[in-house]
């Protein structure tokens, strides 16, 4: 187990480092961050001899910590609404500018992971790759039956520099929550432990296919947008292979335009086949960025990059559907009232207060284009209330804004005079009317009367076990608890718990605060 000191050590590094760049005047002009965390931050800063004025190098910053660190960059360079736009740019090299690891390291994790020679499984592979990220890189190959084939292959040795700078963000946030109040509001362990999960899913490649897979299973029926097919003979946990695409970046409006392209109707199908995926399916990919999309000459939009996914239950779809129609025919109570069935909103609240709160911010915006106001502004601004009604962080409503803040921006660049309410208000009403009218309401009663019925005899054999008939061995008394050696817990002064935990506040707050941990 990693020691405090070592977890204090890597937290000093990273936050000297974040100094040196400027990358930590923000926290420290923030005022809803701690006075403690403000005065650690100002300590950096004039420890390292930076001063407050300068072009925060974000990038440099993000990129000089660490492999996780830079999946952090990389979240936060689609989130202008949170980071502004000169930092959001900055952190834009961090998605597909990273320097490659020479091809002979690929060469042997390939031949390594699969325990036979290369040639057997490709026929030819480009050694300069396509993309080059913070967890793996991309080369464009020819398998050996003749098929163009998308090769990625995980960064040697990026699972376990992973594993160590989340034991640190761990370790930071179980202090920091422990801090209470506004600290333990944003949830900071259970933010990590989201991020855990996430990573581990992109940090083994056969849970991207799979989850490639489970997509393309999910929109077979959506016209217009598709998933590359994965070649799963040539697939394991650190080398993924999939179909080759031959379209054009969804980001290079230019060449779409000139190639005759209906931009207009990419955007509007890109808007439908996001809120197809997020609430009628609640499987959604979550890190659709500009880079994640290409059109095919017919339209057809191909979405890559499965490593970050996002699932959302049928119920809290439910309540999602009515959010977004509620806002956009202004029905603010019944959004109130949602957010209390949710338990979103502690119940010693007013609803009718947090629906005229909700007025508040929806209203300014309602029905004008995206181009005047943002859904992503007004996402915003929802939760910049929620701190004066006690409404903890959602981690799972944080990846699907990230993700509808992402699709809106690409939404805008396609056609800036959309409007994101006009367009998703009739796919929302009609999925509401299937889903929750009275046929719905009614089938749904018949399926869980008729699951209610077939789980009694085992309801009732359960029953009989925990009381079962009188004979036998008797019963054995209850035993006492004894407290194990095992169980005691190294105890530090007080002195160095307060380090740790403002060291690790100085950390957590900034990535928590940010809406999104990397």
Do not use: C
Request: net charge neutral.
């Amino acid at each position: 187990m990693t020691s405090s000191v070592v977890h204090l050590a890597r937290l000093a590094r990273w936050g000297v480092t974040l100094a040196r760049r400027r990358a930590l005047v923000g926290i420290e002009n923030d005022p809803n961050a701690p006075a403690p965390v403000r005065s650690l931050v100002r300590l950096a800063r004039l420890a390292t001899l930076t001063g407050k004025r300068g072009t925060p190098d974000y990038a440099g910053a993000f990129r000089a910590i660490g492999p996780a660190a830079i999946k952090l960059g990389q979240s936060l360079a689609t989130r202008p609404d949170l980071v502004g736009e000169e930092a959001a740019n900055n952190l834009l090299s961090l998605q597909d500018s990273l320097p490659p690891v020479p091809f002979a390291q690929i060469r042997a994790a390939i031949e390594s992971s699969f325990g036979q020679p290369i040639e057997n499984l490709f026929a030819q592979i480009d050694p300069e790759p396509v993309g080059a990220a913070s967890i793996a890189q991309v080369h464009k190959g020819l398998t050996t039956d003749g098929r163009k084939v998308a090769i990625k292959v995980l960064r040697p040795g990026i699972r376990e520099k992973f594993a160590r700078d989340i034991q640190t963000y761990e370790w930071a946030a179980a202090h920091v929550e422990q801090m209470g109040g506004e600290a333990a509001r944003l949830r900071p362990r259970l933010t990590i432990a989201n991020f855990k999960r996430w990573t581990n899913s992109e940090l083994d490649l056969r849970r991207e296919a799979a989850s490639a897979s489970e997509l393309a299973e999910q929109m077979a029926g959506v016209p217009g947008y598709r998933i590359p097919s994965v070649d799963w003979d040539r697939t394991n946990g650190r080398v993924m292979t999939i179909e080759w695409i031959d379209g054009i970046k969804i980001s290079r409006v230019d060449e779409l335009r000139a190639r005759g392209h209906d931009l207009a109707a990419v955007s509007e199908k890109l808007v439908i086949s996001f809120l197809t995926q997020a609430i009628s399916a609640g499987f959604f990919h979550a890190d659709m960025h500009q880079g994640n999309l290409f059109v095919e000459d017919d339209g057809t939009i191909v979405a890559i990059d499965f490593g970050i996914m996002g699932r959302i239950d049928r119920r809290a779809r439910q309540w999602l559907a009515e959010i977004l129609y509620g806002l956009t025919t202004g029905n603010y109570q019944r959004v109130a009232e949602i957010h209390f069935e949710a338990q979103y909103v502690p119940s010693y609240h007013s609803v009718g207060e947090f629906a005229t709160a909700l007025r508040a911010v929806g209203e300014p915006m309602r029905g004008k284009p995206v181009k005047e106001l943002s859904v992503g502004q007004m996402l915003d601004g929802l939760f910049a209330i929620t701190r004066d009604f006690d409404m903890q962080t959602q981690p799972h409503l944080l990846l699907l804004q990230k993700t509808m803040v992402m699709v809106e921006g690409i939404a805008t660049q396609l056609n800036p005079d959309i409007n994101m309410w006009d367009t998703a208000a009739p796919y929302v009403r009609e999925w509401i009317r299937d889903e929750l009218g009275p046929e719905a309401a009614l089938a749904d009663r018949l399926k869980q009367d008729a699951e209610t019925l077939l789980r009694l005899p085992g309801l009732i054999r359960r029953v009989e076990e925990m009381f079962p008939p009188k004979g036998g061995a008797p019963e054995p008394p209850p035993l006492p608890a004894i407290a194990l050696i095992t169980d005691r817990r190294e105890k530090a002064g007080w002195l160095g718990y307060l380090v740790a935990a403002a060291a690790g506040a100085g950390l957590l707050w900034g990535l928590t605060s940010l809406g999104w941990i990397g």
